[in-house]
């Protein structure tokens, strides 16, 4: 009796990369991001008053503004740190400016005042702002909306 030995056919190996896994981990993290970017966007909630003029022209460093912003109860708060949603000082306010515009003197300073606000307590404000370095300073507005005319 002979015994025949069948021989093994041996597979080649697959070279293509199994990507599936990789489409579905980058999906996860799209919706990740989507739900979450909406959230990072901090600061205190201020009415806004609306004016007609262009929107400022970003600069070549594209550095990021420092946002500052006034309340209607005139209290300050400022878009560094830890503490963005709490109340500051004019000498902490001071100090951190100066300390930010030490470190890059291009950045952008931008004023948010409430429509509430007094008028003094903003130019007050941008009084302290030029004080602690800043070259200029911006004031956040939102777009007006056009007015519908009646037929």
């Known amino acids: 009796m002979a015994l025949h030995y ?3 056919q041996r ?3 697959m070279a293509d990369i199994n990507v599936v896994p990789y489409i579905d981990v980058m999906l996860v993290l799209l919706i990740i991001f989507m739900i ?3 959230m990072l966007t901090q600061g205190v909630q201020v ?6 003029a262009n929107p400022v022209e970003p600069s070549d460093d594209n550095s ?3 946002i500052v912003s006034v309340d209607a109860q005139g209290l300050f708060y400022v878009g560094i740190g830890d503490k963005q949603n709490e109340p500051i000082s004019s000498d902490a306010l001071y100090s951190k400016v100066s300390a930010v515009l030490g470190r890059s ?3 952008p300073v931008m004023v948010k ?3 509430a606000v007094d008028y003094g307590r903003v130019v007050a404000l941008m009084a302290l702002l030029q004080d602690a370095g800043a070259p200029s300073v911006g004031l956040i507005t939102q777009a007006t909306e056009p ?3 009646e037929n």
């Open 6 to 8: 069948q021989r093994r």
């Open 47 to 52: 009415d806004l008053p609306q004016a007609s």
């Open 36 to 38: 979450t970017a909406p």
């Open 147 to 149: 007015e519908q005319s």
């Open 64 to 66: 990021e503004p420092l």
């Open 113 to 115: 005042g409430d429509t």
């Open 11 to 13: 597979r080649k190996p």
């Open 105 to 107: 003197p291009n950045t």
